[in-house]
């Protein structure tokens, strides 16, 4: 089992900045991937951002994901934020299991609100 606490959302104005964080614990050793999503009313649950072992990729220009030397926690650095950008964050973790399949573990989300 994993666990993941997320923390850092809060209300900013536009082009203001944010800096959320996630800390995974319990079997940490068997993630092979850690990431960020995000969830705006109406809409689907899109990726943000993800590490894998090799490296890590930023969908959103103005995103910048990061990581520890452990590999369990993940920082996601929002800069220029946009009223679009309004979502509930969710931090996420990708388990490596023994028959190669995958499970993925959330946390319960911390809310991201971009308004004057």
């Known amino acids: 089992q994993v666990q993941l606490v997320e923390s850092g959302g809060g209300l900013v104005q536009p082009g203001g900045s944010l800096r959320l964080s996630c800390a995974a614990s319990?079997?940490?050793?068997?993630?092979?991937?850690m990431g960020w999503y995000r969830q705006a009313p109406g809409k689907e649950r899109e990726l943000v951002a993800r590490?894998?072992?090799g490296g890590c990729t930023n969908y959103v220009d103005r995103f910048t994901i990061s990581r520890n030397n452990a590999h369990n926690m993940v920082y996601l650095q929002m800069n220029s934020l946009k009223p679009e950008d309004t979502a509930v964050y969710y931090c996420n973790a990708r388990e490596g299991r023994p028959d190669s399949s995958f499970h993925h573990y959330w946390g319960q989300g911390t809310q991201v609100i971009v308004s004057s």
């Open positions: 319990g079997s940490t050793s068997s993630i092979n991937a």
């Open positions: 590490c894998y072992s």
